[in-house]
């Protein structure tokens, strides 16, 4: 029987094991090794500084969400051998037919000068749960001037995330009549990568209240000054929210197997790295000209799912990835964007999404913004389990 090991068991790890596992229907072995006991829905972090997410609801124990016929190994994954067809996790070594990198990426904070000993105290964050719940103390106890949130570099998860704290963190303070400026800064040039959406965000963010920055890169922080520091400037913050650039997973990086950042090359249609016909990447882990989101994770499994099982099947690998992905903007409590592309165009018009559309892209709604909301309860029953996001063929 062939043996599939699948390395990360975050929200592509778990949405291709299931997935895998319903179209194999036990006739290969499926082993999936993650470090962590829980896994985290992330775009939860996003709501809990706000309390409109409990930090406890955006996590679950790993093995429930699995299939039974997967096997999962709790390890860290130490290196990974492709010519020998092996992966060092713990105190083993796992061989395997077929293998599948899927272990994320980190917001490398240690890439910022001078925050490591103001990380959560003076510096926050909410791209971790530890450090979205000690924001939400920080958020609540500001009462007055300037909070900054800076995308100090890219690539990032979820480019979309900081907007929607920008835009939240202002009607927070507003609701509460509290004289809280809120600036965004960017390391683009473009808050957003579409041209289309940009233009939008720019029109919000004067209604709303909220100075963008664009353009301007964070190299460092200055804690006792309290000022942010790059080669286009400085601007002083009372609170600072970070975003760090992401880095891949160390074990992808010590192994050889990433780029300069630590991303797995791979073809950006079949998600089959070039050196090696037998492993595969996807997610937050490969590097792909399109956002790191668990929507383009969901798009990426179901290809991969298809590859593999033609694979196994002696068929080939005949499914490819068109570069799909959704992303949700809020724009305050109540209403929020949905944008979407690939790598060809942004899509127009609507989507048929279950029990939340139809979802009007590039809109502004409140319908999007209770989609959104919903979205938790889709990932954990339908969306980790193999469930489709839209009926095929919706674009
Ligand atoms: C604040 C925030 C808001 C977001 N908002 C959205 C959104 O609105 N919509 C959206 O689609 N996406 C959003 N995302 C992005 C989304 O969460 C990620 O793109 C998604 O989780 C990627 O899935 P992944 O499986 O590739 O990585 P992850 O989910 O990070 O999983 C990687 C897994 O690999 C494991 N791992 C890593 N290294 C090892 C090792 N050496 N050994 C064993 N296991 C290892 C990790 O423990 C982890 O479980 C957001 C993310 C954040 C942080």
């Avoid at 105190?91 to 917001?107: H, K, M, N, S």
């Avoid at 979820?158 to 704290?165: K, R, T």
Wanted: contains cysteine.
């Amino acid at each position: 029987m062939e043996r599939v090991l699948i390395l990360g068991a975050g929200s592509a790890g778990v949405m291709l094991a299931n997935r895998l596992a319903g179209i194999l229907e036990g006739e290969a072995e499926i082993t999936v090794v993650e470090k962590s006991v829980r896994h985290a829905f992330q775009p939860g972090f996003l709501l809990v500084p706000f309390g409109i997410y409990s930090a406890r609801s955006c996590t679950r124990r790993v093995e429930p969400l699995l299939r039974p016929e997967v096997r999962l190994l709790r390890a860290e994954v130490q290196a990974i051998d492709p010519p020998n067809r092996e992966v060092a996790a713990g105190e083993q070594r796992l061989g395997y037919d077929f293998l599948v990198i899927a272990t994320g990426c980190r917001p490398a904070f240690e890439e910022v000068a001078g925050i490591e000993k103001e990380l959560h105290s003076q510096v926050h964050e909410f791209y971790t749960l530890e450090g979205a719940r000690r924001l939400r103390r920080a958020l609540l106890g500001m009462s007055s001037g300037r909070l900054v949130v800076s995308v100090a570099g890219m690539p990032v998860k979820c480019p979309g995330a900081p907007l929607s704290f920008a835009f939240l963190a202002r009607e927070f303070f507003r609701r509460r009549g509290r004289e809280v400026e809120v600036v965004l800064t960017t390391s683009e040039a473009e808050v957003f990568s579409k041209p289309e959406v940009a233009k939008m965000l720019l029109a919000q963010a004067e209604e709303r209240g909220v100075e963008l920055l664009p353009d301007f890169p964070v190299e460092e922080v200055d804690a006792a000054t309290r000022r942010v520091l790059g080669p286009r400037g400085d601007l002083g913050y009372d609170l600072l929210v970070l975003i760090p650039p992401h880095l891949g997973a160390e074990a992808v990086m010590r192994s050889g197997m990433g780029d300069a950042l630590g991303y797995v090359p791979v073809d950006r249609h079949l998600l089959r790295t070039r050196g090696y016909g037998d492993v595969y990447a996807l997610g937050d882990a490969a590097a792909l000209p399109t956002s790191k989101t668990a929507s383009a994770a969901h798009f990426q499994a179901r290809v991969v799912a298809q590859n593999l099982a033609g694979e196994i099947a002696g068929c080939g690998a005949g499914s490819h990835y068109g570069g799909e992905a959704l992303c949700f903007i809020l724009t305050g409590f109540a209403e929020a964007l949905v944008v979407g592309f690939d790598y060809k165009k942004s899509y127009e018009g609507r989507a048929p999404l279950p029990l939340l559309g139809p979802l009007h892209f590039n809109r502004i709604t409140r319908l999007n913004h209770a989609a959104k909301l919903l979205s938790r309860w889709l990932y954990w029953h339908l969306w980790l389990w193999g469930e489709d996001f839209a009926a095929e063929g919706w674009k």
